[in-house]
């Protein structure tokens, strides 16, 4: 059960070319499962095939949490596909989610979909290592960004937590860990990490991808600046519509023809040379 919801419109320009936008769909999808797969993150998977079949890694669901509750959709990365099924992964912080940890299978959920663009044009060209960095449920969209990447290329994980209660390291390759308060991996920032790893190991030339809070985003893009490093963040914000209507989801370019850019047409993942954090 579903119904088209037209292209988004637009293309995205990027050093290899020029990639068209993904046809969404908005589909009432059946909840499979709801988990919590740590004592503070739920897992919930969703039967939705028109979305499935389009979806890239690094793009969002856009979920209507209750049809009864006068809430704005709600933004999701999409955690991982398997076949006609996908996951999101959240924590429960506010109204919508409370909401969305009541959901028991068989339920439906108006969602729309596959939002925004993905990670793998940023991933075309020569270099040697792809750096994946996630700050707490930042790690969403990347067990699925794993899967769908050339086997041949190496990657290398950080996940940076508050503690061992909010690590998910599922689904990725080359794990390395850092907790807030050392109760797993490495005790101190992620970015710390990342540091003493670029510093003892010899990793080529690397491309860096994250998703997370902006202030680590923001931390990681300013170290890759000085570095020399090209890196791409998937932002979060808050995205009433998801395909560019509201207009409420600006972000502040770092110069060029466009003063604005919105997150969830022209992102969410960008150059983090182009926009501010």
Known sequence: MEAEAGRTGGRYDIADGIIEKTLMHQE???????TSITPEIKRLTLHAPSICRGAQPGQF???RVDVNVPLLRRPFSIHDIDGDDLSILFTVVGRGTTVLARKEPGDTLDIIGPCGNSFLPFTEGAYDTSIFVAGGIGVAPFPFFTKRMDPSRRIETFIGARSRDFVIDGGMR???IATDDGSL???GTVLDLLKEYLCANDAGAVRLFLCGPSRMMRAVADYALEMN???YASIECDMA???????GCAVESNGGDKKYFLVCTDGTIFDTRTVKI
């Open 28 to 34: 009432f999808a059946v909840v499979r499962s709801l």
């Open 61 to 63: 669901l856009n979920i």
């Open 241 to 247: 519509c998801g395909i560019g209507l509201c207009q």
């Open 174 to 176: 080359n794990v390395h």
């Open 229 to 231: 490093i090209p890196a």
């Open 185 to 187: 991996g490495y005790h």
